[in-house]
């Protein structure tokens, strides 16, 4: 299994423009999560969808960030407009929800700087 | 959720068994602790959890107090590579389950 995969590894871009971050879950897992982590504020949960339906973004710090799942094996997060205070490594997880265990599985993170 | 409390930081040596403590006090019955860890720049990774008994696992084992108010994660045999901030995490199970982290504690495994 190729595990989680995100995309880019690392985006470089200036304050305005749309980022698009992506993920892709490990195959049959049916909950993906997006994270996001700072020095500042550590690691934060941002939204999850459990098949494919949003279950809580109240993480999501601003009208500014989006996030779609629109199939079990697909998903972005969307910065527009980007802001220097975005720059972080942003994290996706997937799961296998309804399993004996509940463990989450990481992908290698996306390197967002904004300048 | 609740929270949990972990050391700053720890120091092991190489080949000793890493001790890390995670005090829980406000955990639900329902309510599982997972441990997880993140080596540097990487994706955290799971390590193992449990509800009420102790686990064991090819990574670590998992021991939680009879009243489950805290637990003590063991790396048997430390190595450099076990170098990283451990996290311990309160959660229940269930579809609106999530895993907050806290600060965890950066563990430095030296020769």
């Known amino acids: 299994d190729a595990g989680v995969i995100q995309s880019p590894r690392h985006e470089v871009t200036e304050m305005g423009q749309e980022v698009t971050l992506r993920c892709k879950p490990i195959?049959?897992?049916?909950?993906l999560f997006w994270y996001r982590q700072t020095m500042m504020r550590g690691l934060e949960l941002l939204i999850y969808?459990?098949?494919?339906?949003?279950?809580?973004d109240s993480g999501m710090p601003e009208d500014r960030f989006s996030a779609k799942m629109p199939n079990a094996s697909f998903s972005t997060l969307k910065i527009q407009p980007s802001e220097p205070r975005d720059s972080a490594v942003y994290f996706c997880?997937?799961?296998?929800?309804?399993?004996?265990?509940?463990?989450?599985?990481f992908g290698p993170g996306t390197r967002l700087t904004v300048t | 959720d609740a929270k949990t409390t972990q050391p700053p930081s720890m120091d092991c040596a190489e080949g000793r068994a890493a001790n890390l403590p995670c005090n829980h006090s406000?955990?639900?019955?329902?309510?599982?602790v997972y441990w997880y860890r993140q080596i540097h720049s990487q994706g955290p990774q799971y390590i193992i959890h449990?509800?009420?008994n102790n686990e064991t696992n090819e990574m670590a084992s998992l021991i939680i107090t009879e009243d489950r108010k805290s637990s003590t994660l063991i790396l048997p045999h430390a190595t450099l590579r076990d170098t990283a901030v451990y996290y311990c995490?309160?959660?229940?199970?269930?579809?609106?389950?999530?895993?907050?982290f806290g600060t965890g504690t950066r563990l430095q495994v030296t020769l």
């Open positions: 997880a997937s799961r296998l929800q309804g399993a004996s265990s509940y463990e989450q599985y």
């Open positions: 995490i309160v959660s229940s199970t269930g579809t609106a389950s999530k895993l907050t």
């Open positions: 449990g509800l009420k």
């Open positions: 195959s049959g897992h049916n909950s």
């Open positions: 406000t955990i639900s019955g329902n309510e599982y």
């Open positions: 969808f459990n098949n494919n339906v949003p279950i809580d």
